[in-house]
């Protein structure tokens, strides 16, 4: 009797990456070790809804710029792919919309969403987060003193369909986007937080100068 092949494990990891730096491949690199993940998509957001309201309308770099940033971060780890799916979707990005697209396409892959603490505790604004729960499996990345903590809407409906979600253990890197834009405007070297290939790239195309 043939043996069912185990079901593909792959991450989800979305941000705006504007810019990616050192902190989200840290986390991504966990991802794959504690996830016992196969592969690890990165998805640079094309209109983050949330993330623009919070900057008050700050535009962000483009997309083109951006993709190459968080490529220029991967290489070398062969589990690490750039998916484009969100960047060439017209509207806002919606993190359901892409899962929904990934299911039809993969069917039988399992699939993992990873946020940070904050994003966790916001879930249930998120458009059908519901759904979205029972899609995939939530691993929420925190440091080893913070304790991961959803809003009461979403722990009552973990509980009720008998849902878990998987805490990623993460080093303590305190590096934020903001932080380098503003290194950046003051001129200042960013490389120990992005790394020389992203540093090179926004300084060859005069990112964030401004």
Request: aromatic share 6%.
């Amino acid at each position: 009797m043939a043996v069912s092949p185990k079901p593909t494990r792959t991450g989800l990891f979305g941000g705006s990456f504007d810019p990616v730096h050192l902190a989200h491949l840290s986390l991504a690199q966990c991802a794959l070790q504690q996830l016992q993940l196969d592969r690890l998509l990165w998805l640079p957001a094309g209109r983050p809804w949330q993330k623009l309201a919070q900057k008050g309308g700050r535009g962000l770099a483009s997309p083109e710029h951006r993709r190459a940033m968080v490529e220029l971060m991967v290489q070398g780890e062969p589990r690490f792919a750039v998916d484009d799916s969100e960047l060439e979707r017209d509207g806002a990005s919606y993190t359901i919309d892409t899962v929904r697209a990934r299911l039809a396409a993969h069917p039988g892959e399992q699939l993992f969403l990873l946020i940070g603490q904050d994003q966790y505790e916001r879930l249930h604004t998120w458009r059908d987060w519901r759904e979205l729960l029972r899609l995939v499996t939530v691993a929420v990345a925190a440091r080893a003193d913070q304790e991961i903590q959803a809003s009461a809407e979403v722990q009552d409906f973990l509980q009720q369909q008998a849902l878990g979600t998987q805490r990623l253990a993460m080093p303590a890197l305190h590096i934020s986007s903001t932080q380098v834009r503003e290194m950046v405007a003051r001129a200042q070297d960013i490389r120990p937080l992005v790394g020389d290939a992203v540093a090179g790239y926004i300084a060859q195309h005069r990112l964030y100068s401004e």
